[in-house]
């Protein structure tokens, strides 16, 4: 770093869209040039972000279209697929785009690719680009074909290739080499080559042949001069090597239209600057670039590689020019008409460090003051400054904070996390969140790390899931702390790759709205990024010395000065930093672990566990000095607690303005970045907090403080959470910032979206955390995990940053420990109760919103009823499967219901409490509930209870209790039971219910009854043993002998029964016949009245057939 300010911030975006539109290009000498080709497919690969860029650039549309103003181009390795993307953070249709893959037979010459916007086709892009085998193809692009739902229709329009695609070969580029290729306008390029020619290729219309106007050829002359004069002596060689090729130093490094003097503008390496006629190619002006250089310089080539940019237009007559890398300086010359230049002023650019190299820079006039970006690279790592240059005044410049910068901040966090992680389960909750929250970790970048460790340790790749591969690997030894230091290893490694996937490949000023201080976008090797204005709150955290005028303005008003508040900022960090790695972690873990009801208690925990020991006396007598020096330092804490929400101008956003992917992962990286700001700063003033003294005044902020920390660390873990295309929680693999669960939340306050725009953005994440920041969001997010099945492990370490006191917090809380399986729900729920029935009829809108995702569930409980409450939590359980629990509350309905004394009817109630008895096999509370059931809806009831019996074999059980008024329900039942059994040729499951029937008539006193139910089974198996189906006699026999006992209890002329006629089927079934019963009015004719004596004579006849126990041997 350079030591500026960093009033700029790098933020990661990226688009999620995984597919793209593949147009497969067939090779020069294919008939399906002229005719029609079917190379086109929308191709969805999840791993379309493994691809590496080789160079790239991004192009903005100059008269602007109905579609997007921003599109980038790579060329990937092979250089034989160019991918085109739409770049837009805004996207005002709400379509959904996806890239286009160009799939090229010949391999493209390095930086010999050119995008611009045609001026005879609307909303068309001409790409052309000069391919190794010599060929300059052009290629009109329509931006519907980036749109996805316009795929079938884009595909008919791209089959005719003819329409949009042209080749030739103008130029004998396989002889002499391109160098590179720039468009000036949208008919108009020029072509450099390796020996220091120069032409321009123009065509009147898109895809008509081209004219080449060549431009004067000096590598000819040059060389004959050389051949009969020899050399000069100079300090530039008349040849470099560039990458494995060589290369004139008189060839140009970069050319500027100048379109009001109808002019072309180069510069080449050994520093001549030229201008030529755009309409000719004849040279109007050369003059060496060294005479404005003091003293000898090297050449304008910096490295192997060439500068992106060297040159720029300003307005209509200027340009700006790159100075050697000796000189580090910035020139602005002013062309006159003659084509003579005036310089008008030497920029001095901040940066010394000798070994970084310039990389390519952007400049643009606002109202008289020169903005400027200017890039510089060293290995992997690049710096991005920014300058405000205007007469009259001193040149501003400032630097952006890279991604490496702010990630470190979360890695803090990461490790307190790791080392203070009890189990092996919470470690890999901990792990994971942190890999697999899309930033700055993809897939890709996973699995190569995974490929690395496979070197130095055993990876499991038997599995197709990314994360069960990372889990494996991590705890391959199933030890807590060998995990842990698995975990940090794995991540650094991750870091590593993407830092090194963060080279840089280009970069755009965004000139697309009309701002003073636009976006920048930066091209990496894999992927995007953004630079933005730092928040007030990262200004302050990164320890910049300034801020913008406006802001300091503002701070007036809240009568607050930014000198001040940077002074305490630099002492929280300063003071941290006397406390060692260890010291940090153990607080860290007391936080982490600590709830809000005993701040005092844990101020001094931490105090005096921690605190006394790492800190010295010295150290906090030179804190307390510090703090007595900075004017009303309370207020000051307090301002910078609310530095994340700060908007004091109340601002308001443009809503309904919908989000690109692009727009949605801005707003969730800078979200992290902020509130990764913000806990490290709740987390300083704490440490100061306990430090100073524990009074009411530092009581107070602490719980403030500690509310921050809780509250920002949920939300860093929230971006976390993200949905899959089918709204399915992401678990398997890295997941989407741009489908966060919390941008479900902030659709709410924003309809589809707010307009992103740089000088208001940090303004727009001042009113999401408002609205993130409070107890609702926590409760959403949960109750969102909730109705998407979340695993145990998320539900638990989410519902963790629950409110205790949120009557709404503790119906999420209880439905989690539900999910969890806890031995303590139950109690839970009952401790409840009251504070959930009597906040019912208080839910405010916000939180009816929190639970929307799981409303019909949260809405059973949020009831003014205790029994209600209760009986509601029951029919939750059970649909839940938890039989026990859902029973226990149900009881609890029916017990609450009457200590209430509540007459309203409480039929439900029991029906519930007897359906889960008789599922649980409780058959005493069943019959007890059936007991309390009006004897109107009874009979339902007990032919459940009495079939379950018969179904767990405890028929005979159902002696034991008591059916007095309901007898005839279940005398019928069984007695029919035994019937149908009988009829089905089950007689061994008739016996068991006719002899029930017996036992139940006996013990209700009907003794009649009771013989009847025997010698209904005698009369039945009689016929069977007719036909020697049946060969229990000895069973008939005693029960002959039973009905005769019972009927001896009678008097005389009450010995009698009803005998009832058995029918036989005539068809068969297998090779016996079946009993037939008859119907209802069959058997009241064919009944007959049984004296005893006709019993006594049919029994003798029985005894005389088959004896008094003989076997019928079937």
Not at 158 to 186: C, N, V
Not at 523 to 535: F, L, Q, T, W
Not at 585 to 614: H, R, T
Not at 797 to 809: E, L, M, Q, T
Request: proline share 3%.
């Amino acid at each position: 770093m350079s030591g500026l300010d960093c009033s700029y911030i790098e933020v990661p975006i990226r688009a999620s869209s995984i597919s793209s539109l593949d147009i497969r290009i067939p090779d020069q000498g294919s008939h399906q040039l002229s005719g029609t080709f079917n190379g086109i497919s929308q191709y969805n690969n999840e791993n379309s972000n493994e691809n590496s860029t080789l160079f790239g650039e991004f192009y903005q549309t100059l008269y602007g279209n109905r579609l997007f103003n921003t599109v980038s181009y790579r060329v990937l390795p092979s250089r034989k697929e160019i991918v085109l993307s739409p770049v837009l953070l805004n996207n005002n249709l709400d379509i959904k785009y996806h890239p286009i893959r160009l799939m090229l037979h010949d391999a493209v010459k390095r930086n010999c690719v050119t995008i611009l916007e045609s001026t005879n086709k609307q909303d068309t892009l001409i790409v052309d680009l000069i391919t190794e085998a010599g060929y300059l193809v052009s290629m009109s692009i329509s931006l519907n074909w980036f749109v996805e739902s316009e795929f079938e229709t884009s595909k008919q329009q791209i089959q005719h290739l003819s329409e949009w695609y042209t080749s030739s070969r103008p130029f004998a580029f396989d002889l002499r080499g391109a160098f590179f290729m720039k468009s000036l306008d949208s008919k108009t390029n020029i072509v450099s080559l390796t020996d220091g020619s120069l032409f321009l290729t123009v065509r009147d219309a898109a895809n008509q042949d081209l004219k080449i106007i060549p431009m004067a050829s000096v590598s000819y002359l040059d060389k004959f001069k050389e051949r009969f004069f020899g050399k000069g002596q100079s300090i530039i060689p008349d040849h470099l090597k560039v990458g494995e090729i060589d290369v004139s130093t008189n060839s140009v490094l970069d050319a500027v239209v100048i379109a009001n003097l109808h002019c072309v503008v180069t510069i080449s390496i050994n520093k001549n600057l030229q201008i030529w006629s755009l309409d000719t190619g004849k040279l109007l002006m050369k003059q060496s670039f060294s005479q404005y250089l003091p003293g000898e310089s090297s050449s304008l080539l910096f490295s192997e590689y060439p500068p992106k940019q060297l040159i720029k237009s300003l307005g209509t007559d200027k340009i700006s020019i790159v100075g050697p890398a000796t000189v580090r300086k910035l020139y602005i010359f002013k062309i006159n008409p003659d084509y003579t230049l005036d310089g008008l002023k030497e920029i001095a650019l901040p940066f010394s460090g000798s070994k970084w190299l310039y990389h390519s820079y952007e400049i643009a006039d606002r109202s008289g003051q020169l903005r400027l970006c200017i890039l510089w690279c060293l290995g992997d790592n690049y710096l991005l400054q920014h300058g405000k240059i205007a007469d009259g005044i001193a040149d501003e410049w400032s630097e952006s904070l890279t991604i490496c910068a702010t990630q470190s901040l979360l890695q803090q966090d990461f490790e307190a996390q790791v080392s203070n992680a009890s189990t092996i389960e919470k470690l890999n909750n901990v792990g994971l969140l942190a890999l697999f929250n899309g930033v700055p970790y993809d897939a890709y970048t996973i699995k190569r790390a995974l490929t690395i460790f496979s070197r130095y340790f055993k990876v499991d790749d038997s599995t197709t899931s990314l994360k069960e591969a990372v889990l494996k690997t991590v705890n391959m030894n199933g030890k807590l702390e060998e995990s842990k230091v698995q975990w940090m290893r794995f991540k650094n490694v991750c870091e590593d790759i993407a830092k090194s996937d963060g080279s840089l490949v280009s970069l755009l000023l965004d000139q697309s709205l009309d701002e003073d201080d636009s976006f920048v976008y930066l091209m990496k090797v894999r992927g995007v990024s953004i630079i933005k204005k730092n928040s007030l709150l990262g200004s302050l955290s990164t320890g910049s010395a300034s801020v913008s005028e406006s802001m300091r303005n503002v701070l007036q008003v809240e009568d607050t000065s930014y000198s001040v508040a940077l002074s305490l900022a630099k002492l929280l960090k300063q003071y941290e930093n006397e406390f060692g790695s260890p010291g940090l972690l153990e607080i860290y873990g007391k936080l982490d672990i600590a709830d809000d009801v005993n701040i005092p208690k844990l101020m001094e925990s931490i105090f005096g566990e921690v605190v006394s020991k790492c800190i010295t006396k010295q150290a906090i007598q030179q804190l307390l000095g510090n703090l007595n020096s900075i004017p009303d330092a309370l207020n000051v804490m307090q301002f910078l607690l609310r530095l994340i929400t700060f908007n004091p101008l109340d601002y308001e956003p443009a809503k309904n303005v919908s989000w690109s992917d692009c727009g949605r992962f801005l707003l969730a990286s800078e979200g992290r970045i902020n509130a990764g700001f913000a806990k490290r700063m709740a987390f300083q003033l704490m440490l100061v907090l306990v430090t100073v003294d524990i009074c009411d005044p530092a009581i107070e902020l602490f719980e403030s403080s500690f509310k921050l920390y809780k509250h920002t660390k949920f939300v860093l873990s929230s971006f976390s959470l993200s949905l899959d295309d089918t709204e399915k929680l992401v678990t398997e693999k890295p997941t989407d910032p741009s489908n966060a669960i919390p941008f479900n939340y902030i659709a709410k306050r924003y309809g589809k979206g707010a307009l992103i725009r740089n000088g208001s953005v940090n303004l727009l994440m001042a009113n999401i955390f408002k609205e993130i920041l409070q107890e609702e969001f926590t409760l959403y997010v949960v109750s969102s995990l909730l109705s998407l099945d979340a695993n145990a492990a998320t539900l638990e370490y989410f519902a963790s940053f629950i409110d205790v006191d949120s009557p709404v917090g503790k119906v999420l809380k209880g439905f989690v420990l539900l999910k969890l399986c806890s031995p303590t729900l139950h109690q839970y729920f009952v401790d409840a109760a009251d504070a959930i029935t009597e906040y019912s009829d208080k839910v405010t809108e916000k939180e009816q919103y929190s639970i929307k995702p799981i409303e019909s569930k949260a809405s059973l409980l949020l009831v003014d009823s205790k029994p209600s409450y209760f009986y509601n939590l029951g029919l939750i359980l059970q649909s839940n499967g938890s039989d026990n629990e859902a029973l226990r509350f149900v009881l609890d309905a029916l017990e609450t219901k009457n200590k209430l004394q509540d007459a309203s009817d409480d039929s439900d109630i029991v029906s519930k409490i007897f359906e889960l008895a008789l599922k649980l096999n409780n058959f005493q509370m069943a019959y007890d509930a059936i007991l309390k059931m009006d004897r109107s809806i009874r009979e339902h009831p007990i032919k459940q209870f009495v079939y379950k019996l018969f179904q767990q074999n405890e028929l005979p059980a159902v002696l034991k209790y008591q059916f007095t008024e309901d007898f005839d329900i279940v005398d019928d039942l069984i007695y029919t039971l035994g019937e149908t059994s009988a009829a089905g040729g089950d007689l061994q499951s008739a016996l068991k219910y006719y002899r029930t029937s017996y036992a139940l008539r006996l013990k209700e006193g009907d003794y009649r009854a009771a013989a009847e139910s025997l010698y209904r089974f005698n009369c039945i198996a009689s016929d069977k043993l007719k036909r020697k189906e049946y060969s229990d006699v000895k069973l008939l026999v005693d029960n002959y002998l039973i009905i005769f006992n019972l009927l001896h209890t009678m008097k005389t002329d009450d010995r009698w029964l009803i005998k009832r006629p058995v029918g036989i089927r005539t068809e068969t079934v297998g090779s016996r016949n079946d009993i037939s019963l008859v119907s209802n009015d069959q058997n009241k004719k064919a009944s007959q009245l049984m004296t005893f004596d006709a019993l006594e004579n049919e029994f003798e006849q029985f005894s005389s057939d088959y004896g008094d126990g003989r076997q019928i041997v079937v």
